[in-house]
């Protein structure tokens, strides 16, 4: 039963790990373990610092979310591009589509 209960826990510390270098949240997690075991007083005198240096942390992992998305976002627009291009080249019809008039 014990082993059991170990390999679960060592389990779900896998999976926070996993979680949080996935979501590269682990630079501001090393930094609250660190600024927590090592610098408590020091924390505790300094408060608004400790806080702020974490809200800086935490905003530029914030912005490399935003900087992949808007990638992601780019990189799909133009994949897209590329396949309509293609389907259009397949077809044997020009890639500029016009109407016909009456």
Known sequence: ????????IIFFVWIIKWVVI??????PALYVAIVLIFF??????NVMIANGILGVLLAIVAASWIYTLVGKIKYLKRQRRRDVDYAYRVAGEPIIATKKVK
């Open 22 to 27: 996935k979501s590269r949240l682990f630079i």
């Open 1 to 8: 039963m014990a082993y059991l209960l170990s390999r679960l």
């Open 40 to 45: 408590g007083e020091w924390y505790s005198a």
